[in-house]
């Protein structure tokens, strides 16, 4: 008797839960921050891709640029083509679910070298939720001296929060989310010997909002229809 052997798709694929990740202390609620927990995935300061990148994220996958790396948000693509990276930020806790995909994508990803980064975000259920959250952070909470040795001043401020419910029972659901991120800091100017006494530093203030919004439709249990909105800003 012949066996039917199924072997599926050869893909190496791990999956992060956002929202269990930022339990964790990691540095900033930049959605992407959460993949650096798969194997095989380091996150690059943007400024590394381009400078005008300033506040944004990418991840490399492999050892491989994270310029390389595609980047979807709900099936819709994300990268920027340019420059590297994504074309915005997304908000942690608007993100439901992150599938790193590192190894024999699926026809459908489209060219990449590197891998694809897939997040999802939440929609609302059955009933009202959400939470709100506030989070502060300055250079007396592990902060090191900057180069040079300069002690610099830092302060970051994140606060935000989320609501999902219900419009019409079992068939329609909304979601919203907006988060709001104010730091000012300083980046150090080293200067080599002779010219050591012109060491010193800048201002760098940095401020975010990211929101999204979410219209899901459920007509049937086997049709779905989504209608998702994004504003980022910094």
């Known amino acids: 008797k012949l066996t039917r052997v199924e072997p599926g798709t050869p893909t190496l694929q791990g999956k992060v839960s956002p929202e269990e990740i930022a339990k964790l202390p990691i540095n900033g609620r930049d959605v992407l921050n959460t993949a650096q927990f798969q194997p095989g995935v380091l996150i690059q300061d943007g ?12 991840a490399s996958i492999h050892k491989f640029s994270g310029a390389d790396t595609l980047y979807t948000l709900d099936g819709i693509a994300l990268t920027d083509e340019n420059k590297g990276g994504t074309t915005q930020n997304v908000a942690l806790s608007s993100v439901d679910e992150i599938l790193v995909n ?10 990449t070298s590197a891998g694809e980064v897939n997040m999802r975000t939440g929609s609302g259920s059955t009933g ?10 300055d250079k007396s909470i592990v902060f090191a001296n900057a180069p040079g040795r300069q002690d610099l001043p830092f302060r970051r401020t994140d606060f935000g929060g989320k609501l999902g419910g219900t419009l019409i029972q079992d068939k329609a659901f909304f979601f919203l989310d907006v988060e709001h991120v104010i730091q000012d800091a300083h980046r150090a100017v080293v200067f080599p010997a002779p010219f050591q006494a012109q060491t010193g530093s800048f201002s760098s203030p940095f401020r975010n909002t990211s929101a999204s919004g ?19 800003w910094n």
Do not use: C, I, Q
Request: glycine share 8%.
């Open 47 to 58: 400024r590394s891709l381009d400078a005008t990148k300033t506040g944004t994220f990418a």
């Open 102 to 111: 590192r190894a024999m994508l699926n026809v459908s990803a489209g060219p």
């Open 128 to 137: 009202l939720h959400g939470e709100v959250f506030g989070l502060f952070r």
């Open 214 to 232: 979410k219209l899901d439709w459920s007509p049937s249990s086997t049709a779905h229809a989504f209608y998702r909105f994004a504003y980022n």
